[in-house]
């Protein structure tokens, strides 16, 4: 794996991990699949391995990733779903032929319909982005307080008040962020009106 390729944040939600592989879009935004075979990687890591991908392909699941982040983000807001993000979440949905598979230690497995399907792959995602924007699941779309991230994450923690889409990047440049700005204030009291 070549060294210049940006590594994968990685969290608990298919979805929202997606969604991921395009962080700091209201900064300098970081593409972690710029091209198909990373796309190949990162569904690997995810337990969607496919044996190949096409430009084409990669193309469309970008296009599937910018509409979970529309729909996602209209969720945290309260507002309107895009038509148009609904239109290729369910596409995509539709056009998967992937099954569940139980495993005979409990686990649950991916079988897509061909070794090669990227489609298959996306149908999966696109079908975990349902299931949370749809309130399915036990948790809440919200939105990352960092400025320059502002991505949509779920947060399933026990009083819904999660700040930052991860803590070991966003939440932990917030916080070194406020430290260096109290310590400018040399000693004022700590403002908490960031949040
Ligand atoms: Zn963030």
Redesign the pocket.
């Known amino acids: 794996m070549p060294a210049e390729f940006p590594d994968f944040r990685l969290g608990s939600v298919l979805a929202t991990s997606f969604t991921a592989t395009l962080t700091e879009r209201r900064g300098k935004a970081v593409e972690r699949i710029p091209t198909p075979q990373r796309l190949v990687d990162w569904l690997a890591v995810n337990g969607l391995a496919v044996e190949s991908c096409t430009t084409a392909q990669l193309e469309l699941a970008r296009e599937l990733r910018e509409s979970i982040h529309a729909a996602a983000t209209a969720t945290a807001t309260r507002d309107a779903l895009p038509a148009s993000a609904v239109r290729i979440i369910n596409e995509c949905s539709i056009q998967g032929r992937a099954a569940a598979i139980l495993t005979p230690e409990g686990d649950r497995r991916w079988r897509l319909g061909s070794a090669s399907r990227v489609e298959d792959a996306l149908g999966v995602i696109a079908a975990d982005a349902i299931s949370i924007i749809a309130g399915e699941r036990d948790g809440k779309m919200a939105l990352?307080a960092?400025p320059t991230?502002r991505?949509a994450f779920f947060d399933t923690s026990q009083s819904r008040t999660r700040k930052?889409?991860?803590m070991n990047t966003?939440g932990n440049r917030q916080k070194k962020a406020r430290f260096n700005a109290n310590q400018r204030k040399n000693g004022t009291a700590e403002r908490t009106g960031v949040t």
Request: glycine share 0%; proline share 0%; with cysteine.
């Open positions: 990352c960092s991230c991505a930052w889409c991860d966003c």
